[in-house]
């Protein structure tokens, strides 16, 4: 009947925090931030206990300790500091502080009287088992303690001797861990780059650069737009699939089947005579023609990322070498992609199951890592929740574990569950529902999900305000002054956002009412866009992109918190930085149409400030300054003016502000 | 670079409910409960998933299936019944439903008037396929709908064969599971026997029995006791060790040092020359009387709870034939019990790591198995929390998977991470905070967390009103009227709850002002109680037990709702079986000294009424009835009444009444 007696768990360890999932998947932060780590730990009866982080970065071999310390209610906190661009690992050890218990049980009898000669003789035995533990020089501190110890029969003096600091650190060195115990599992933290959290994207169709309708654009042309891009303030310049198109089936403006050669098609209906995912589309350029815009965009401060879609179209290279990859009817033909009813003729989709998968897993890989060489880190991954999960799992490890600076954005407009499982399996960034939420009773409860509950560990919600694929019925009916609200809403809820060229021109005719594809829309023509069109808000693009990057608090993504202003239409909220160096606020008038009023109430205590503290105020769009006291703040936002940003500080003596007055405006160099 | 592809996941399963520490431990529930399971599944694209439950108790070999069904947002739930008082092991695993995927396709495109001639071709395979795996009359009549295909040419004919129900039926019998994924985990659920749920708790001390201070009670005098203990209706009947008691440092009245042989001792210096864990005090009686004992108790329909505190007596055999099982001062001494700077010089703990600890530990796991053998099968369980929670894990898994019936009381006082960990780790029950919860929103609090949160999982409280360490002060201040608030709270907050005599005869005198020790405990001296002391409220408790056995809704644990009486001295609560068959409401006033009024809002909802119906109650305390009408009901609570009860039922036709009234009220025989 006897089950075997596992003994080895001693202490308890539990309740482990960052873990997702029991530690299937690895929470994710960025290069430079320690981690922070909490964890249960405790045992029977009254000794006390010690703990660390055990850790390492997955490609080193040692691990490494850092002593963490009781906080309260037996949780414990400790950290270690992320440094690289790569995977780490760690896991917790605790142990029972054998001389920590001795010596405070051993104060305690004495101050009551006892009579201590065993308890002084137990931990004589301690400090001697430590020696034979102890090197160096602490091998001889301890020996010399020791001698103390023996050199007097008086109990007082000897109580003293173990009460030493210096004994108590040496003893904290090299402590018996007989019956240390490790948590149950090791923990991973996929460490990206801080663009994973912080950055800016620009959406653009490259055959349209060319400026006109008649001309196919090429990557040169892409060339002669980097300014534009970067003087707005862009760091990640991003293009639909750059691939030869299929001819078969290729549709035509609006979206109408069938439309001819002369069409420039659908640039995901990928592949042709002309290759297919490593090739470049011919009208475009060569890849060598590539590499050149690639090493351009990046002395421009930008870096280009790419469109990923697993499809092919009819005339794609695979169609013909690896019909087994696809989905075959009974009679031998390639099925097409579909939604029954629905058909979709122009486009294969693949079976990630199928005969060959395996080689079909590795060319897929292989796509990634061919970009990869030509100078691409970034790819933006069209509709991956019609793939399996676990495929992408494996690709994004396989591509990482060799190249950890690659940024994986998932595509997938779907169920919350699907989303959350891809940011999960590794997927950087996420587009989420955000171009849905638009009043502030939802955005209050979306964001608060994103940026603080669970999700905040793996899911980063990059916020495109508008996609080719949607053009959201707020910005069709608001006009202008939703084109506003929707930038400020983006560029400062998330420390990551993007717009589709067009929005900073307020494009917004839909195809039809309530529908949310653009009018005459550039995944089937080639359009010129007037970059200087009346009524443009590029000045406000520059300004909220610059406003990013003086401001740390708009760096971060799970600083933010809102707060209280009386009117349903305006939403009130705030981001700072640990240290409260940085701390900015938002007000925003939900409402296009009409101008509001509310009181704003500033929250003081995340600010650092009393009631009657005088405190600084710079508003970020105006350039307004004013000096500000008190929590309630009136302000009125009309539609063409919607929203004030805050900086806010502590006002200073008038000797330190003067030399902050004196200091001219620094605009950092955009980063990378 | 390559890592090897697993593709064993291809559908995602997570988030199962109910799963304890990524099933590290068992959730816990009681015989007869259906199992209740929840999880999170769902894969890429459009395709239809099947799921089931696989589940088997511990000592079956082969697994059972329960389908799953979709509830909504990718969650799908099951179920499976617990039959029998055993660990139950469960897992889930999910198909591709590939039949009902293209059977719906199917149907999409031929009503939308698309050829279906190659989607026809494939429905015939998969048939085919089925064929093959079929068995008996079902195989036959997969071949009878395939012949029936077969024997038309028409579109039409073939899509309404597909569409058959018969066809649906026999290929959900027979489905092709070959992407059939199962969950990381075996999850187990440990199944109790009800009474681990439901039952009413009385402790008393056997040498206190015989009602003369000057005679030690036998098991004898404890037998002419059971019928007390029976009319009240309690069904467990528990004693504090029951072993001989140690000499050396023997506790006198009141807890003093050194008292002598001629005073009784504490029982929980346990062991002598006469014996020790597994041996009876020779004053009690003999194993023999020990066992006429238990039977006689089973006769009166109560059950036996014996006291179980690992700790000996210098006097106990152990200290003699097992030193090395102790903690050893440096002299060769063995270490008493101490908590610095106090001293327990009458009480050996044990050191659990030390030489011989796993003989050592077997030799814990033999005593309960010995007093199992004497037909005692609920132990409470003394100070667990000084105990390695791992040698608890083992010791009750040892006993139960031998002895499932066994019960497992835990009394740790001590912080809420250790409450847990015990119960994780086994108990099947845990003493609480329970005697520290007097007033209304604390209590509220606590019990949410208990009845409601993550711990109703596998903590279940068993609520004593009072223990012999534990004189609560509200009852030393409030007298009469407080025993029975607590009374009426530990009845019917929890589904198990005890108290020790005296409670029901009001004793509530400490031995000091502010502390909760009795005075004269009867830890230290043989009491003769006055059973029929005025103002003693045995009548309350026995109707507060009859109302638990007559009343379903009293005998759960996770039903607890609070509800709202706009009076904050005033409690108001309702618990109610699942199909509402048993609806029990209690208003308490939580002040002994002075009335309250208050408006009790009953959730009409809840009890399945409109406003306008009527309703019948039926007051348990005062055997009052009442129709009442609307949610809010007026009540008045006095101290020396300040408890309703009310059981509530829907009025019904006078027919249906008329059967009902003419009907005696029935008591049902006691349960086991």
Redesign the interface.
């Known amino acids: ?3 075997r ?6 202490i ?1 360890i ?1 309740n482990v925090y960052p873990e997702l ?2 530690g ?1 998947y690895a929470v994710k932060r960025e290069v430079g931030d320690p981690l922070q780590v909490r964890a ?1 730990i ?5 000794d006390a206990i010690a703990a660390a982080v055990r850790y390492r970065a997955e490609d080193e071999g040692e691990w490494r300790e850092s002593r963490m310390h009781f906080l309260e ?2 949780r414990w906190g400790g950290t270690f500091p992320l440094e690289r661009n790569v995977r780490y690992l760690f896991t917790i050890a605790a142990w029972t502080d054998v001389f920590g218990t001795w010596r ?2 051993l104060k ?2 004495f ?2 009287a ?1 009579d201590v000669a ?1 308890e002084l ?2 931990g004589r ?1 301690l400090i001697a088992d430590a020696v034979e533990r102890a090197e160096g020089e602490d091998r001889e501190g301890l020996e010399a303690l020791l001698r103390e110890l023996d050199a007097t029969s008086s109990q007082a003096e000897q109580v003293a001797v173990s009460a030493d600091d210096e004994l108590l650190e040496l003893m904290e060195r090299w402590p018996d861990r007989g ?1 240390l115990t490790e948590h ?1 599992r090791t923990l991973p933290v996929q460490v990206d780059r801080v663009r994973a959290r912080f950055a800016s994207w620009y959406e653009l169709f490259p055959r349209s650069m060319s400026d006109d309708p008649e001309r196919h654009g090429t990557f040169d042309d892409v060339i002669g737009k980097l300014p534009y891009v970067r003087d707005m303030g862009f760091d990640v310049l991003y293009f639909p699939p750059i691939h030869p198109i299929g001819l078969q089936f290729r549709k035509g403006k609006n979206n109408t089947l069938n439309a001819g050669p002369d069409q420039p098609g659908s640039p995901y209906a990928i592949g042709g005579e002309e290759g297919g995912h490593k090739d470049v589309h011919p009208e475009l350029g060569t890849l060598e023609d590539f590499r050149r815009l690639v090493a351009a965009a990046e002395e421009h401060g930008l870096e280009v990322a790419l469109d990923y879609a697993i499809q092919v179209s009819p005339d794609h290279p695979y169609a013909k070498d690896h019909p087994n990859w696809f989905y075959i ?3 031998g033909t390639i099925k097409y992609a ?4 629905k058909k979709y003729q122009d486009i294969y989709p693949l079976n990630f ?1 199928g005969e060959g ?2 080689e079909q ?2 060319e897929w890989r292989d796509v990634i890592l061919f970009w990869v060489e030509q100078g691409v880190k970034t790819f933006r991954v069209d509709n991956p ?7 992408w799992e ?1 690709m994004i ?2 591509v990482q ?2 190249h950890p600076e690659v940024i994986f954005l998932s595509e997938a407009f779907t ?4 989303m959350r ?1 891809l940011a999960k399996a590794g997927f950087t960034q996420s587009y989420t529902y955000f171009t849905w939420r638009n009043f502030k009773s939802e955005i209050q409860e979306y964001l608060t999900e994103l940026t603080q509950g669970p999700m905040k560990e793996y899911f980063r919600g990059n916020f495109f305000a508008n996609t080719p694929d949607i053009l959201p019925e707020f910005l069709q009916r608001g006009g202008r002054p939703a084109f506003m609200i929707r930038a400020v809403l983006a560029t400062t809820l998330s420390s990551v956002y993007g717009i589709y060229s067009g929005f900073e021109l307020c494009e917004n005719t839909p195809m039809a009412p309530r529908k949310e594809e653009y009018l005459n829309s550039e995944k089937y023509e080639i359009k010129a866009w007037d970059w200087d069109r009346p009524g443009n808000i590029r000045p406000l693009i520059t300004r909220l992109n610059q406003a990013r990057r003086e401001h740390a608090a708009l760096q971060e993504y799970d600083n933010l918190r809102f707060y209280h202003a009386d009117n349903d239409n305006i939403l009130f909220y705030g981001k700072a930085t640990a240290d409260r160096t940085s701390i900015v606020f938002v007000a925003v008038n939900l409402d296009p149409f009409q101008a509001h009023e509310a009181t704003l109430w500033f929250p003081l205590d995340v600010m650092g400030m009393g009631q009657h503290d005088p405190w600084e105020v710079e508003e970020l769009l105006t350039d307004e300054r004013h000096f500000w006291h008190g929590s309630p703040q009136r302000v009125r936002l009309d539609p063409d003016a919607p929203a004030r940003i805050y900086r806010v500080r502590a006002w200073r003596s008038s000797e330190q502000n003067f030399d902050y007055f004196m200091k001219p405006t620094v605009v950092p160099t955009p980063g990378r």
Chains 1, 2 share one sequence.
């Open positions: 009947m006897s089950l007696i596992d003994a080895s768990r001693k308890v539990e999932d029991c299937r249960d405790y045992k029977e009866g009254h209610n037996d405070s049980d305690k009898k101050d009551a006892q065993s003789l137990e035995r019956d149950d009817r009974p009679d579909e939604n029954p009813p199951y998968w395996e897993w590795e929740h019609t793939k399996p999960v676990q495929f494996w490890r396989e574990s060799e169920r919350p569950k699907m499982a």
